[in-house]
């Protein structure tokens, strides 16, 4: 499996992740915060699947773009898959003819936009080859958290999340698992605000990696970017053997 977070910034890609999209594969994607803005309109064609955590526009915000890039006169087109929740909010909130124009109806009429999907908590599917399984974590609105595995192992995508406790029970018995990309928005200094957004610091982070299995790497990403050296620190300063500091554009394989 190989994964690649995708940089958001033109200067700096490597470190700078304002918004949040991942690609696994080369045809499968979680979240489209910048998905729309990387590559080609052929390599953003290529994208089977998307998977989206929840409605939060860091991210869903190039999804229209990723859209029209995308499309092609034919019957292909990307499944975009979510909860009920975030597919009803990216309809009455996105494609609502006033900020961008009705993808979703006018795909029923034309060669086909996109598609979108519905998905159950922990009820897998199947997409390229890989097996994908939300769980629900505890964030501001319904927000998945997504295994992902094949035939080699499994990666955990712990999308945005305050402390929480069934994706870890799930990581327990989940086989082959290699890694989990898990979030560390805030310095320790701005607990209270990690605490009101649902987001971690390192020291809740620390306390969401003592509840996975040993000998699992933890990719620490979604590092807010004001932030983002002074988090670092922290983290470091926490001693985990299997921390590794995410950074956009390189490719992971697990």
Not at 30 to 57: K, M, V, Y
């Amino acid at each position: 499996m190989k994964i690649k977070a995708l940089g958001s910034s033109v200067a700096d890609p490597a470190r700078r992740q304002y918004v949040s999209s991942y690609l696994i594969n080369g045809t499968v994607a979680i979240d489209a915060g910048c998905i729309g803005f990387w590559g080609t309109p052929r390599e953003q064609e290529a994208i089977n699947h998307l998977f989206l955590t929840h409605s939060h526009l860091d991210h869903i915000a190039s999804l229209p773009i990723f859209a029209e890039n995308a499309w092609t006169p034919s019957d292909g087109c990307p499944l975009v898959y979510g909860s009920r929740q975030t597919l009803d909010a990216v309809q009455r909130h996105m494609f609502n003819n006033v900020i961008w124009p009705d993808f979703v109806s006018l795909s029923r009429h034309m060669p086909p936009f996109l598609r979108v999907q519905p998905i159950e908590n922990e009820v897998p599917l199947e997409a390229d080859g890989l097996r994908v399984t939300p769980v629900l974590v505890n964030h501001l609105v319904p927000t998945f958290g997504y295994v992902v595995s094949d035939e080699k192992g499994a990666v955990i995508f712990g999308g945005d999340s305050g402390p929480t406790d069934r994706i870890w029970e799930v990581a327990h018995r989940t086989p082959n698992l290699r890694a989990v990309f898990l979030e560390a928005c805030f310095p320790n200094s701005l607990t209270a605000l990690a605490e009101a957004s649902l987001h971690l610091t390192p020291e809740m982070f620390r306390r969401e990696s003592s509840k996975m299995p040993n000998d699992v790497t933890v990719v620490a990403v979604h590092i807010k970017v004001r932030y983002r050296d002074e988090v670092i620190r922290e983290l470091h300063s926490l001693g985990l053997p299997n921390l590794e500091i995410g950074e956009c554009e390189k490719e992971y394989g697990f």
